[in-house]
């Protein structure tokens, strides 16, 4: 009798924790998967949706999965699910470069995206472990604690493996009020701002009341009419105005590198300059498709045609005469001519479009690691700015606008501070995806940290004027050929993020994570066990 009891027992026991191992998977499923799909919320925060309260809501409740789970590695997994859907569907542009311009076929395009895409989850996999690890019992202190590691992980992902500086938080809040936060302490602070915004909604969310922690609810929302404050502030004095022409190409990505279309691009953009009475020129990246000595006596001739006063920049290739035939070196450079002079060789290179990593591997694999033009080197890291009537132009090609600190680091050249930003692009290799109108939106926020006009000019578009406070004045439509004529005044000063650049920030997050983890008692909190 009692060996059958014994028998009974065990076998309820078994069974109970077998249900129970099962039921625990399919929890983990769905965690996972909701979690994931709180991930894709976060893109439609950016252009071109602009709904910046689904991200508040989307972290809040990714704050709030993390909080209910027991374990470092649970957090990891649930990071990763989140990060995945954040990049599949924020980065997605990608698939655009890789199929219709890089020629893999569609399931090799949809296997390397969703790779690549899977990767870069990682990010908020370890970001997730991390705030686990570094959590305390105080669900107050967590909050700080989990804004912290937001953005400690934003800016690691600014600069690790050359950086991938897309979908940071503070990007969706160019037209919120915390975007007065960008010239004091950059994208990041205003990513900081909006963590702790939702942090207190996740208060709000899982008390169903304000109660204990509406001193911090409080004090965070104070944050906002904080921010609208900065944002009357004139960081920056103007100076004068300028009158300038952003070209537009609209080339054909498919067809621009070949060797029958080159003479096209030569011939639009002559054609497009012609009546142009402005004191700037600007041309897109790339804009002339041969290497600079190739076309020394066009580029004089061009130079020629305009005006006295007028300047003209433009993007092309350089061949670097000073290195060896078997290993020549490749920039993907900007020029100024006429009244406009200088050359600057971009620094922060694209990985796979304009260089390969472990090219003696990949290269000659599929068509998509043999793309033209992707052997370029990086230029040197100090280099003087552009010149045109007196004025200093910071240039920045392309993805190198996407860096933070990187161009606000260079407003200023030695003793000489920079008049307006120049960046040139080539979009087209994205589209009609949602890629360019990110990046346009990322180069507002370069504006709005700095203080000064930004004039981009694409091949395809978007092509725009944004004043110094990340507001596009002017702009023209995407694929289609023109000049957009318009005026941009410079601006003298630094504001605080262009003096102080991220380490301000960076203290404070050290100080937010270090000292709550190091002096519980001062903290009145202590860690729980994972």
Known sequence: MISKAVKKLTSSRVSTTFTNQLTDSGMNFVKL????????????????????????????????????????????????????????????WVYVSIHEYGYAPIPLALIMTGLFTFLLGLFFALQGYCYKRLAVSSPLLNALVFAATWVLFEWIRSWMLTGFPWLYLGYGHINSWLSGWAPVFGVFGVSLVAALTASALKFVISQQSCGKYAYFIAATLLLWPLGFLFAQINWTEAQREVSVTLMQGNIPQEKKWQKEYRPVSLSTYRQLNRNVDSDLIIWPETAIPYFKHQVSDWLAETERQLKPHQGLITGLPYYDPNSPAETPVLHNSIIGLGSASGQYHKQKLVPFGEYVPLQDILRGLIQFFNLPMSNFRPGPSEQPPLKLQGMN??????????????????????????????????????????????????????????????????????????????????????????GLNATATTHQ??????????????????????????????????????
């Not at 809501?57 to 990060?83: P, R």
């Not at 504001?495 to 519980?520: A, M």
Request: glycine share 6%.
């Open 393 to 482: 132009l910071l240039p920045a090609i392309c993805y190198e606008i996407a860096y933070p600190e990187f161009i606000a680091s260079n407003m200023q050249f030695e003793d000489q501070q920079q008049d307006l930003i120049i960046t040139i692009s080539n979009d087209a290799w994205f589209g009609d995806s949602i890629g360019p109108k990110q990046h346009l939106q990322i180069a507002q926020m370069r504006a709005l940290e700095n203080s000064r006009y930004v004039l981009r000019a694409t091949n395809t578009g978007l092509t725009a004027v944004i004043d110094e406070k990340g507001i596009i004045t002017y702009s023209m439509p995407d694929f289609v050929s023109g």
């Open 493 to 530: 000063g630094l504001t605080p993020y262009s003096q102080w650049l991220n380490y301000p920030l960076l203290v404070l997050i050290v100080l937010i994570l270090v000292g709550i983890n190091l002096f519980p008692i001062i903290f009145s909190a202590s860690k729980p066990t994972n």
């Open 33 to 92: 998967l909701v979690t994931f799909l709180l991930g894709i919320l976060i893109p439609f925060s950016f252009a071109p949706f602009d709904y910046w309260p689904l991200a508040i809501l989307s972290v809040a409740l990714f704050q709030w999965q993390l909080d209910q789970v027991n374990s470092a590695k649970s957090a990891f997994k649930l990071g990763w699910s989140y990060g995945f859907g954040v990049f599949l569907a924020g980065a997605s």
